[in-house]
């Protein structure tokens, strides 16, 4: 056993770096391939005392849900007005059905009161939450299977702020 140690630990190491990697790469393409997709915020205070400053984010198309009648996993599908801005069209287990037009994000629901798209919070540089406090949508880009990542957060003119 004693010779095959350091094989196993190469080999998980190697496991390990391929997986850490690959999820970069996935990372990447969405960012550079993924579908702009505006959601209008709820905001909640911008304070941490031990994470510095950051925003927590509250979506308003999860917003005005009953969670106990919508699966605890599944995907928020949602339509764009002509701005880009997410409008609720309705949850669902699967992945179909999906009409032209429609947009998945995956969802998890902690609770009967909350959806979570994985995007909550925003962190920024220390001292600059006066710019954030103005955010009123945050831009995520999702993929074909309902992956979405943060990019951003929007005012209400949708430009970014920087």
Known sequence: MKKYKWFIIIVNLVLLLIYFNYSV????????????????????????LMQGDYMS???????????EK??????C???????????RAR????????KA???????????QWNINIGAESFFFQEGH?????????GGIKTDKDGNS???????????QIQ
């Open 25 to 48: 790469v996935e990372k990447e393409t969405l960012l550079k391939n993924g579908q702009p997709i505006l959601l209008k915020l709820a905001p909640v205070d911008p304070r941490s």
């Open 57 to 67: 984010l509250r979506y308003d198309i999860s917003s005005n849900i009953n969670a």
């Open 70 to 75: 919508i699966p605890s996993r599944g995907y």
């Open 77 to 87: 599908v949602v339509t764009l007005d002509p701005k880009g801005v997410a409008q």
């Open 91 to 98: 949850f669902q287990k699967d992945v179909t059905p999906l």
């Open 101 to 111: 037009g429609e947009y998945l994000i995956k969802y998890t629901s902690p609770n």
């Open 129 to 137: 939450a006066q710019k954030y406090n103005k955010a009123a949508y």
């Open 149 to 159: 990542v943060l990019v951003g957060l929007y005012d209400e003119q949708l430009k």
